[in-house]
């Protein structure tokens, strides 16, 4: 079975550049995450969906960055403009909120570079 | 996000030698309290967790050590291997980890054969 699929794996921009990252969830699951990876700060939670409505984005650093999830198989994380400050590794996570063990499944990250 | 911290930031451990990893949490709502692995280039993948319920849960090598008192839980890897280095990440959520997980910053283990 498809684990969760991120694309791009690899973006380098310029800044002020508009980035969008795509996340394609394991067929089932109804909940969404979306992290960030620094070596600064470790993995943070942006935000995350239930059945394709986000919940809590209080983790998503400022107006420049949205999220959205337009139905259970594909979400994106859209950064306008993109700053030299948001290079990161950005993974994208799903679930199936319900089950016991509230296990995370991580795809393979997109790792972002703004110059 | 309530914060949770890990120790050490980076171990260096012999092969067949005992890992051990530990994390604090403060928030008293949490329930779950995972461990997640990551390899160069993927995601984290979970590798052992344990409820509250329980102050230990071992998985073959992997054990978990948990002290609700003290807010305080641990990793040992036991009969560590090469293909045991990694970084390990502790976590917790309350809920179960419905609403996602806070993270410690990992621990860079690497097991010199």
């Known amino acids: 079975d498809a684990g969760v699929i991120q694309s791009p794996r690899h973006e380098v921009t310029e800044m002020g550049q508009e980035v969008t990252l795509r996340c394609k969830p394991i067929s089932g699951h109804n909940s969404l995450f979306w992290y960030r990876q620094t070596m600064m700060r470790g993995l943070e939670l942006l935000i995350y969906f239930n059945n394709n409505v986000p919940i809590d984005d209080s983790g998503m650093p400022e107006d420049r960055f949205s999220a959205k999830m337009p139905n259970a198989s594909f979400s994106t994380l859209k950064i306008q403009p993109s700053e030299p400050r948001d290079s990161a590794v950005y993974f994208c996570?799903?679930?199936?909120?319900?089950?016991?063990?509230?296990?995370?499944?991580f795809g393979e990250g997109s790792r972002l570079t703004v110059l | 996000q309530q914060q949770v911290k890990q120790s050490p930031q980076s171990l260096i451990v012999q092969k067949g030698g005992i890992s051990i990893i530990n994390c604090a949490y403060e928030n008293t709502a949490f329930d779950y309290f995972p461990w997640y692995q990551q390899f160069p280039g993927k995601g984290p993948a979970l590798l052992i967790a344990i409820r509250p319920d329980v102050s230990e849960k071992k998985e073959g090598r992997f054990t978990i050590s948990f002290n609700k008192s003290a807010k305080q839980f641990s990793l040992h890897i036991m009969d560590s291997q090469p293909g045991d280095s990694a970084t390990y990440f502790c976590?917790?959520?309350?809920?179960?980890?419905?609403?996602?997980?806070?993270f410690g910053k990992g621990t860079h283990l690497i097991i010199q054969p």
């Open positions: 976590a917790a959520s309350p809920g179960g980890g419905a609403d996602g997980l806070t």
């Open positions: 996570a799903s679930s199936h909120r319900g089950f016991d063990t509230g296990e995370l499944f």
